[in-house]
Every structure is written in C-alpha cells, then in structure tokens.
C-alpha cells in the first residue's frame, strides 16, 4: 500500500486559514469515512485532532476541521495561532483491512 | 483516563526479534475492541504496523506481515508486538494506539528501538 499524499508544508500568519490536502485512492480515503488527522509537535507523540473526516474528539478546538470529496481529504486550520506549528497527517483505512498515513506536512506559522 | 505505556529493550541485534509490550491503565482494555502499533523512523512519517481485535484477529501492514506478530493478554491488559528478522531500517520510535472509530485516539509517548550490532 503507498503512502497518501500530502503537500510537504504550508504556512501562513496568525488568524488566516491554512488547508492541507490528502490524496488518496478509492481503495482507501474513497472507500470509507474513515480519514483521520493527527498533530504531531516535535519530539512528542501524534494527537488525534480529527477522526472519521469531520469528527473533533473533545478538547480539540473548533478552528480545526475535516471535509472530504472523492480520493481527497482535507484539514483545515482556522485563525491560524503559533501554537499550531507541529507536523501533521493524516490516516485512512482501506478496503483490505489495514490503515495507512500520509507522507506527514509541516505547518509554519509566519 | 486510559494511559498506554511501551516497554521493552532499546537495542535489538541485527537478524534479531524485536519485541515489545503496551500497557493499559486508567482503564480497562475492553474500553477499545481494537488496538494497534505505529512506528516513526527518525525524521520520517508515521508507519501502521498493524492491529489486533480483542476476538482474536489480526491484520498486518502487507510490507511487515511475514516478520509481525501482535498478541494480547486481557488479564494483564497488555498487548504486544514482536517483529523477527530486524535490521537497520526497523530503527524507530515505536508507539501502541487505542482506536476510536478510524482513528487512534491515545497513544503511548513511544519507544526508541535501534537496531544495531
């Protein structure tokens, strides 16, 4: 199974809007509503920030948010804040049973 | 509030099995019928490794299915990852994940496994 892909970075300045592109297959993102997103800040573990496309756990802001149309997801971050610098991906489950995550995007806040 | 913990050894020979263990606290692992393993190579992506059903099933990534195995014991509330044959390129931070409908919704803090003579 390949990797889904996602742009290698974005920035933007505090309070803009930031969206981040996963492209997949019909065999994985197509298949199911079952894209997830994940931040990762240096040297810490991921955090689950979306599930199941649109699905916030509690907790995760309301700036953060999940769509997706055919082969592609996409996050997207609202009022862009310093504190959401991080690493993220994202993961989706695939019609033979498994999971697989993007190849990672790096979010620069200028 | 449930808590996973990686543990095992830090340093694997080369041709050797890897093996490590995830335990459940705060919590039962019943909370979560499904659980499973990521590693991360240094300065990579993440990597799923696979994923155990507390029936009793499996399912692996196909690029690691002929050297894994995960196991889990309900009454320690614990379950493990053993991957055989390692080299260089298993060199990882290991991390075990609860699932929530697609997603893993708590992850250990991770393990440092290096492969190396």
């Known amino acids: 199974q390949s990797a889904l892909t996602q742009p290698p970075s974005v920035s933007g300045s505090p309070g803009q809007s930031v969206t981040i592109s996963c492209t997949g297959t019909s065999s994985d993102v197509g298949s199911y509503n079952s894209v997830s997103w994940y931040q990762q800040p240096p040297g810490t573990a991921p955090k689950l920030i979306i599930f199941?496309?649109?699905n916030r756990p509690s907790g995760v802001p309301d700036r953060f948010s999940g769509s997706k149309s055919g082969n592609t997801a996409s996050l997207t971050i609202s009022g862009l804040q310093a504190e959401d610098e991080a690493d993220y991906y994202c993961s989706s489950y695939t019609s033979s049973n498994t999971y697989v995550f993007g190849t990672g995007t790096k979010v620069t806040v200028v | 509030q449930v808590l996973l913990q990686e543990s095992g050894p830090g340093l694997v020979t080369p041709s050797g099995t890897l093996s490590l263990t995830c335990t459940v606290s705060?919590?039962?692992?019943?909370?979560?019928?499904?659980w499973s393993w990521v590693r991360q190579s240094p300065g990579k992506g993440l990597e799923w490794i696979g994923q155990?059903?507390?029936?009793?099933?499996?399912d692996y990534n196909p690029s690691l299915k002929s050297r894994v195995t995960i196991s889990v014991d309900k009454s320690k509330s614990q379950f493990s990852l053993n991957l055989n044959s390692v080299t260089a390129a298993d060199t990882a931070i290991y991390y075990c994940?609860?699932?929530?409908?697609?997603?893993?919704?708590?992850w250990g803090q991770g393990t440092m496994v290096t492969v190396s003579s």
């Open positions: 705060g919590g039962s692992i019943s909370i979560s019928n499904w």
């Open positions: 199941d496309v649109s």
């Open positions: 155990i059903y507390l029936g009793g099933s499996n």
């Open positions: 994940a609860k699932h929530r409908g697609f997603g893993f919704d708590i």
